[in-house]
């Protein structure tokens, strides 16, 4: 009999200690799905409007990596490379670069974290007060995989315009030649647009794309998400839930105009602009476009988007929606 009970005793104790073993990842240092304390998330942020919605949460967890670990990029080239080879969980990207990424990775898009943040300037000897008015000019753009010229394509076409649409290599490339006066109709993002109007006074903002858009557009200009690996999602998806509410909270401390002041020095203390005259003057013009949008809602606004610009649309598993 004592035998016997011994022997319950040793099961038991090595089902106990099976199952508390199972509670835990070693790849993630962290616990398994459904337990949130843990898990560290490692997060890439992308420097300008992308990443700008993130920078609260990063002040509020800014010296403890427990939960979360942030770095931010300027390139969102080398981000994805790090995403892919797991040295990061989640990343902030470009819509379109999401939706590439998606077809050469096992990846899902789990938020938008930013609408329209393009501008059209014009140097003082160019007056445009409409779209109509770009009928036989040159415009000069930047990046070019990013979005701007499927933008500015769709806009064009969308209001019978001809237009010659010259694409240089980088934002930066393109800031020296306003402050040169090389290029005197140009689009640009924030923050590049308030660094352009620093470099030439003589430059102004003439147009705001979003505005162009949804005149001619029932879907969102939705230009900035976030996506996660699959692997870590469908271990962690609890934490994952968990990251998404705070995120959400943080994009809308962030994109609250009232906020302008305090949120900015979070965007600059967080390296996600390098100055806080830079961010403060971003997130002026960028009033009502840091938003946060998920599930049902993101995917019917992403569909549209990706239509609009001839862009392939990724697979339905590629929308993540929170139950």
Same mark, same amino acid.
């Given at each position: ?35 949130t ?17 993130m ?19 300027s ?26 990424l998606?077809?050469?990775?096992d ?12 501008y ?36 064009? &076409? ?40 620093s470099?030439?006074k ?9 505005e ?29 839930? &968990? ?41 002026g ?13 993101? &995917? ?24």
């Amino acid at each position: 009999m004592k035998k016997l009970l011994s022997l319950i005793l040793a099961l038991t104790l090595l089902v106990t200690a099976l199952s508390s073993c199972s509670l835990f990842d070693t790849d993630n240092g962290g616990a398994s799905n459904g337990d949130t304390e843990n898990v560290k998330i490692n997060i890439g942020v992308m420097s300008g409007p992308t990443g700008m919605g993130m920078a609260k949460l990063m002040n509020d967890n800014a010296g403890n990596e427990e939960n979360y670990s942030f770095k931010v990029y300027s390139d969102p080239t080398i981000g994805t490379t790090d995403l892919i080879a797991k040295d990061l969980d989640m990343l902030c990207l470009p819509t379109n670069a999401a939706a590439n990424l998606s077809k050469k990775s096992d990846v899902s898009v789990i938020a938008i974290n930013c609408l329209g943040s393009l501008y059209l300037l014009t140097d003082s000897d160019n007056t445009i007060t409409s779209i109509n008015e770009l009928e036989g000019k040159t415009i000069y753009t930047s990046v070019p995989t990013s979005t701007t010229k499927p933008i500015i394509d769709f806009i064009l &076409k969308k209001n019978n315009v001809n237009a010659t649409i010259e694409v240089v290599s980088d934002h930066d490339s393109l800031v020296k030649m306003l402050a040169t006066g090389e290029a005197p109709i140009a689009i640009l993002p924030e923050p590049k647009v308030t660094a352009a109007l620093s470099a030439n006074k003589s430059y102004s903002v003439a147009l705001n794309l979003s505005e162009e858009w949804s005149n001619v557009s029932d879907t969102p200009l939705t230009m900035g998400c976030i996506v996660v690996r699959n692997e870590f999602l469908n271990d962690y998806k609890s934490a994952v839930d &968990k990251f998404l509410t705070e995120y959400k909270a943080s994009i809308e401390y962030v994109g609250d105009i009232k906020n302008k002041d305090s949120a900015a020095q979070m965007i600059v203390d967080a390296g996600v602009l390098p100055k806080l005259g830079v961010a403060k003057g971003a997130l002026g013009n960028l009033y009502g476009s840091i938003i946060y949008q998920d599930g049902a809602e993101m &995917k019917a606004s992403l569909l549209g988007f990706y239509d609009a610009i001839g862009l392939a649309r990724p697979a339905d598993s590629f929308y993540y929606e929170k139950k």
